[in-house]
């Protein structure tokens, strides 16, 4: 009943139902108290101006009523445009939305073709504007929480495999390279991110899956993790609003330069790759 009774803008005045339901009702009930009015008066035929004004006069009444539903449809009408009007702005501002929101696309793109000249980090350029701008299509470019509690639930686990990867026998780096590969990977993937890591190098096999480690480098392995920050970094500069997060911060301010390399397999992996000791004096 609600909606028979709803003002549709997309229909015209005399569509809409609730405006015969007015006119109706107050013509039903003016009829019925003309009726009770001519059924309770001596009325005789008279067609004199004398006997048109006698009837004016004794159907007062009724004529009164259905005098009202001029301002009544007047102001039905009047409400219609209202409804009309917020649905043109509605369908504007939706216009407009759209048109930035490919315009948006458009430009990151663009974008990110500069800063990464012509090695992208990405798979989908597209995708990857969707996941950190999920509510562009609505008109609101902030960049989501989840991305940064993403990001920092996988630098927390990385860093604690750093401290068990400096830690551990020559018989437990194969595993814990596998894992620490997989965390930074598991939250690259999420972003289509790529060309964070090493392709040439040493590989390293654990429970049937193979990972690269560049150069046989155990440090230049650890410091994906500031490549992907970066890659992320760089990405979310797009949106002029954006402020990177304190953890993002410090994994950009670790100075991978100063460390020691430490070849894989061939000795104790050196405790300053240890990124728990960095990222707590960052």
């Known amino acids: 009943m609600k909606n028979k009774l709803r003002f549709d803008p997309q ?3 005399i569509e809409l139902k609730v405006l015969w339901l007015v006119v109706g009702g107050f013509i039903c009930f003016a009829t019925v108290v003309a009726l009770i009015v001519g059924m309770n ?3 005789t035929s008279d067609y004199s101006y004398a006997g048109f004004n006698h009837a004016l006069v004794v159907f007062r009444v009724p004529l009164a009523i259905l005098a009202l539903i001029i301002p009544i449809v007047a102001l039905l009408a009047a409400n219609h445009r209202s409804e009309q009007t917020k649905e043109q702005i509605r369908v504007a501002n939706e216009q407009n939305s759209f048109s930035n929101y490919y315009k948006h696309i458009e430009e990151f793109e663009k974008y990110i073709n500069k800063i990464w000249n012509s090695k992208l980090h ?3 350029p597209r995708k990857l504007h969707k ?3 999920p509510k562009a299509r609505y ?3 902030s960049i989501p929480a989840s991305i940064w509690e993403g990001f920092n639930s996988m630098v927390i686990s990385f860093v604690e495999q750093s401290t068990e990867l400096t830690t551990c026998s020559k018989a437990d780096q194969n595993r814990i390279l596998v894992e620490m590969q997989y ?4 939250f690259a993937d999420s972003l289509y991110l790529t060309s964070y890591a090493g392709s040439s190098g040493s590989g390293v096999t654990y429970d049937g899956v193979q990972i690269v480690v560049q150069d046989g480098d155990i440090k230049l392995f650890v410091s994906q993790i500031q490549k992907v920050a970066q890659i992320v970094n760089d990405a979310c500069s797009f949106e002029l609003a954006y402020e990177p997060s ?3 911060k410090q994994v950009l301010e670790i100075d991978f330069t100063s460390l020691p390399s430490s070849k894989v397999m061939q000795e104790k992996v050196k405790p300053e790759l240890d990124l728990s000791k960095w990222l707590n004096a960052a």
Do not use: A, C, P
């Open 246 to 248: 304190d953890t993002l």
């Open 11 to 13: 229909k015209s005045l």
């Open 131 to 133: 996941v950190l701008f």
């Open 183 to 186: 965390t930074v990977r598991k």
């Open 41 to 43: 008066s001596q009325i």
């Open 139 to 141: 008109g609101d470019f």
């Open 122 to 124: 990405t798979s989908s």
